[in-house]
């Protein structure tokens, strides 16, 4: 190792100005009036490196991006949420656009790779710097893009710097995989509910289709439903536990932090009240980002101990209810007419508890319940790998960008 401004480094690398190593916003040729891809800043997730979603548009302006590209947020909060993405959904030659909310980097050529470029971007040492120099009001602040011709960085070979990145975007693509996994599960798991408790073809006693095999159906307030059936408020199936969250005093709230996973409403981070729960529940956003763009609630499925703030329903099924039932029911269940208050969404427990149902026969429900648990047993099992996938990426990318764990070039073994 060797002493530089910035600490110690390993012999063998250098120093670089972030902008003499890196491309910072390059310049790409987009005609205006032209139909192209379309990044939105909700189309970065948190640490994650594929785009999550894209639009076509017509471009009048914004930043504008070609694939192997890194998208960094430069605006409070997603920049410190870990909003950064690498290009990848384009096409040869093509050109997107995105947000003006956005600096684009890519690699120098002879400097520096762009995939080590990407995983440079989210390394403690560039984050902290890029929030440090974030000026503007609060809430809008922005990063200034001086700071990036202030920057140090240890920059190694291009050789080493391919193989820190295979290492790190092999990590990415299993976590990638498992997520898509877990997509496929749940559009299992979706497909099933509609099939069993929208078109009532659940199977008979002789394992046949049960409404097109000449099922007996009853009239209800909701329509007609099968024998047995009956249609309801939610109220009834469910349990609620908001009345268990107590006040913390700070110092016990960071304490517990350390000690159990946190759990709260999308979008809201501030701690008011929180309750440590065991076992497995839904939460649904009371305060904050309640809904989807379409109305849907947005869910989360967690389990294990944990604890929440008090901007999150907790639910969990009454007996005979099971919890995937109720997480399939609510996911297709539009709730924007339940939703009060202009300025913040929310939606108050007697609101949610007032939303109508059809009530399946408990037989049917343990018999669905039996057939999906295995499809969640596997997204538990996924979701938890992630969790140590991430863990094990993020301890890496720091010791790795900072060459504090060196990789023999062209090889992968650390």
């Not at 529940?281 to 101990?305: A, H, R």
């Amino acid at each position: 190792m060797k002493e530089t401004e910035i600490g110690k480094i390993p012999e063998g690398w250098n120093l670089y100005v972030f902008s003499q190593a890196i491309d910072v916003n390059p310049r790409r040729e987009l005609k205006k009036g032209a139909i192209a891809k379309k990044v939105s800043m909700q189309g970065l997730q948190e640490f994650r490196r594929k785009i999550a979603s894209y639009e076509r548009a017509k471009y009048n302006g914004g930043t504008k991006f070609q694939n192997n590209d890194t998208l960094m947020a430069r605006i409070t909060p997603c920049l410190e949420n870990g909003k950064t993405a690498f290009v990848d959904i384009l096409d040869n030659n093509e050109i997107g656009f995105g947000s003006t909310e956005f600096n684009v980097l890519c690699g120098e050529e002879g400097k520096t790779d762009h995939k080590f470029v990407y995983y440079l971007s989210r390394s403690p040492l560039v984050r902290a710097e890029a929030i440090n120099s974030m000026v503007g009001t609060s809430g809008r602040q922005r990063v200034q893009n001086d700071v990036f011709d202030n920057m140090l960085v240890p920059i190694p070979s291009i050789a080493e710097q391919k193989s820190i990145a295979k290492i790190l975007s092999d990590l990415d693509s299993k976590i990638e995989l498992n997520i898509q996994m877990n997509k496929n599960l749940e559009s299992i798991g979706q497909g099933l509910f509609k099939h069993w408790f929208v078109d009532f073809e659940f199977p008979n006693n002789e394992g046949k289709p049960y409404k097109s095999s000449g099922g007996g159906m009853v009239d209800s307030e909701l329509g007609e439903v099968p024998k047995g059936w009956k249609a309801g408020k939610l109220e009834e199936i469910i349990e609620n536990f908001d009345s268990k969250r107590i006040p913390l005093s700070s110092r016990e709230r960071e304490k517990r932090r350390g000690q159990y996973p946190y759990h709260g409403a999308v979008g809201v981070m501030d701690f008011i009240d929180d309750y440590i729960f065991d076992g497995e529940y839904l939460l649904m956003g009371e305060d904050g980002t309640v809904t989807d763009s379409n109305g849907f609630p947005i869910l989360q499925y967690v389990w294990g101990k944990f604890w929440v703030n008090n901007h999150a329903h907790i639910i969990r099924g009454k007996e005979g209810i099971p919890l995937i039932y109720l997480l399939l029911f609510l996911k297709n269940t539009n709730v924007s007419h339940i939703i009060t208050g202009a300025v913040q969404p929310k939606i108050n427990q007697r609101n949610m508890n007032s939303i109508e149902i059809i009530i399946p026969d408990k037989k049917t429900l343990s018999n669905f319940n039996h057939i999906t648990s295995v499809l969640y047993s596997l997204f538990k099992n996924n979701t938890e790998e992630n969790n140590s996938l991430v863990a094990i990426r993020d301890s890496l990318l720091t010791r790795l960008m900072s060459g504090r764990i060196r990789v023999p070039i062209g090889d992968t073994a650390i």
